[in-house]
């Protein structure tokens, strides 16, 4: 249980976490999504006491991180998988982290095992790959058995191999009981992880809901259709208080109506119809839309065309055809 | 939500299964003990202190050889009992003094590894994991510190004594070596060791401040080696009212030196008020980097 309120920080002129208050529960993976910069890995580093916050405060099982008895048996957290000294070996380094949390040296052998580095414990971390560090980082997130765990961005440069392993520990450490929150900067990463989504942007918060709710909220479905009477059917879509707007290459995108609805109403005013299709704009769309005022540094795309819209937005032509 | 909060929190204790484990972990709270272990284990497991201490121990034992021989070539090379005579009374005379000279660069060493007991957190990242582990930031700093300090005494005593018995048994071929047991020696030798100590804590505090290990190692040079070399360039007592009888003694290498009789004389600090005032400046560093610790992100 991990609980922000008001929390803030400034740096110099900058806010890079703007009054946030969330609570992170148990038993689920809470996903914590925004922009680059946004300020998710400001707000971690907050509630693990490394930064001092402006304002507000945050604490884990209900108190400041830095009053815990034993922080490492309550928060694992894995912020930086290049926070290690390299000249240390793996064993070494797990080994000062038990010891400074009262931890018996089997725990070590044991988080070895778990994320697979057994065999490469005596030898020093300068020479591991990204996705070794990343283990090893895990490794000590899961030293004293916490029962909430922190990760920051996981998957980054990890490979497909790397980003299944960390998703499928992340569903049991929830499954088991256990507080997970995860950043990430990518929607498509946390649809397939996150039961639980807090967005953020400019460090203020701009969402706190389920998923489902999510996805509800936020993939509003539109009907691409394509019929001879565009006028005709664009006087339907506002006498019924929806829009339809030109999709550029003839057809038509209707908001506010489903597919069924948009072909009842068409065969009722007689309106032929050549295409019927549902569109549902993807996550990332929504994320992106959501997100779009608050990104702080933002590339144009060559010819100034806006990105995203419904060209980009996923199709499902499952209901096509003439039907009146 | 009290209700919540309880309920999740016992819940998630309950339900939780201890990943890769074989049962829960002990408990207690962290402290001042399991953090000086922690930090024992990170002094003890990179390559590093080991080079630098067997750097220190080689180049102080190597000159105080070097310097003795010198003398016993000076007495032996001798053209005449008289010349003989006065070279073996210099030998006699810097006995102590001249088998302890590699502190001038061995005092260099330590400070290294001072920096770099605080630095190589901040330049690997570690800090970030060692603060997650035990973020009670005093504590750490002390932990380190005292385990820091403990290392350095060690290495220090066997730095000064090998130094001294090294020269010693050199100018033994003269005749010319001093004993444990003569006036002040003792004190000269336990001293030197100490000596190394309060460098290596002074650097540990002067890594606190800077955090960059290039930048403290250069101040800390500056402080210990630079002033002392500069110090040799002031002028001389009677040229003035600042001159170098005034300043010399406050040199935080001919302070801290008095104790092992690197520099003696009317106008420099007996041994122990001298090592007294290197200390101070020691301390000065460590709280100024321990209130930067504590206070600063990390």
Avoid at chain 1, 75 to 89: N, P
Avoid at chain 1, 250 to 265: K, R, T, Y
Avoid at chain 2, 197 to 205: A, D, E, F, N, R
């Amino acid at each position: 249980m991990i609980e922000a309120r008001s929390l803030t920080r400034r740096y110099g002129d900058t806010i890079a976490v703007d009054n946030l208050s969330f609570t992170v529960e148990p038993g689920k993976i809470t996903g914590f999504l925004g922009p680059n910069g946004a300020g998710k890995t400001t707000t971690m580093r907050l509630i693990l006491g490394l930064d001092r916050p402006s304002g507000g405060n945050v604490t884990v099982n209900g108190r400041p991180f830095s009053e815990l008895a034993a922080p490492m048996r309550e928060v694992g957290a894995l912020l930086d998988a290049r926070a290690v000294h390299g000249g240390r070996s793996a064993y070494n380094h797990l080994l000062c982290l038990a010891q400074a949390s009262k931890l018996p040296k089997r725990r070590v052998d044991e988080v070895l095992a778990l994320v697979g580095l057994s065999d490469v414990a005596g030898k020093r971390s300068k020479g591991f790959s990204l996705g070794m560090g990343q283990r090893l980082g895990i490794a000590a997130a899961m030293l004293g058995d916490p029962g909430i765990l922190m990760f920051d961005e996981p998957v980054n440069g990890l490979d497909p191999e790397g980003i299944l392993w960390i998703r499928s520990l992340m569903k049991s450490l929830a499954a088991e009981g256990r507080t997970v929150f995860v950043s990430s900067h990518l929607m498509s990463e946390m649809e397939n992880t996150a039961d639980h989504l807090i967005v953020i942007g400019r460090g203020k918060l701009i969402s706190d809901c389920t998923i489902a709710e999510f996805i509800a909220g936020n993939s509003a479905q539109s009907v691409r259709v394509r019929t001879p009477n565009r006028g005709a059917m664009i006087g339907l879509a506002a006498s019924v208080g929806c829009v339809a707007r030109d999709d550029g290459d003839g057809s038509l995108i209707v908001q506010g109506l489903d597919a069924e609805q948009l072909g009842d109403l068409a065969f009722e005013h007689e309106i032929k119809l050549h295409e019927l299709s549902p569109v549902t704009a993807s996550l990332e769309q929504a994320f992106m839309d959501l997100t779009a005022t608050s990104v702080d540094f933002r590339a144009g795309l060559p010819g100034g065309r806006a990105q995203g819209g419904p060209a980009e937005a996923d199709r499902e032509p499952a209901y096509a055809g003439k039907v009146a | 939500m009290a209700t919540t909060t309880f309920e999740s929190r016992t819940g998630g204790a309950h339900a939780r299964r201890s990943s890769g484990g074989t049962g829960p972990v002990s408990g207690g709270r962290v402290g001042l003990v399991s953090t000086m272990r922690s930090e024992f284990t990170k002094i003890r497991s990179v390559r590093s202190t080991y080079w630098t201490l067997l750097v220190m121990i080689v180049l102080c034992v190597g000159m105080a050889a070097l310097f003795s021989a010198s003398h016993v070539s000076q007495v032996n090379g001798a053209p005449n009992a008289a010349a003989r005579a006065a070279a073996l009374s210099d030998a006699r005379s810097a006995a102590v003094t001249e088998s302890l000279i590699g502190l001038l660069i061995g005092q260099l060493v330590i400070a290294v590894l001072g920096v770099l007991t605080m630095t190589s957190e901040y330049s690997t990242g570690m800090i970030r994991t060692s603060l997650t582990s035990m973020p009670r930031r005093g504590t750490v700093y002390a932990a380190k510190a005292i385990v820091f300090g403990a290392v350095a005494l060690a290495a220090g005593m066997i730095t000064s004594f090998a130094s001294f018995f090294t020269g010693q048994a050199v100018l033994a071929g003269v005749h010319a070596n001093a004993s444990l047991s003569d006036p002040g020696v003792l004190r000269a030798v336990v001293g030197a060791g100490l000596f190394l100590v309060v460098c290596g804590l002074l650097s540990y505090g002067i890594g606190a401040i800077l955090r960059h290990s290039a930048g403290a190692i250069a101040a800390a040079i500056g402080l210990l080696f630079v002033s002392w070399s500069l110090s040799q360039f002031l002028p001389g007592p009677p040229s003035g009212w600042f001159g170098q009888a005034d300043i010399d003694k406050w040199i935080p290498f001919n302070a801290g030196g008095a104790v092992w009789e690197h520099v003696s004389g009317v106008h420099m600090f007996s041994p122990w008020i001298g090592f007294a005032v290197f200390c101070s400046y020691a301390a000065a560093a460590i709280v100024a980097g321990l209130v930067l610790f504590v206070r600063r992100d990390a």
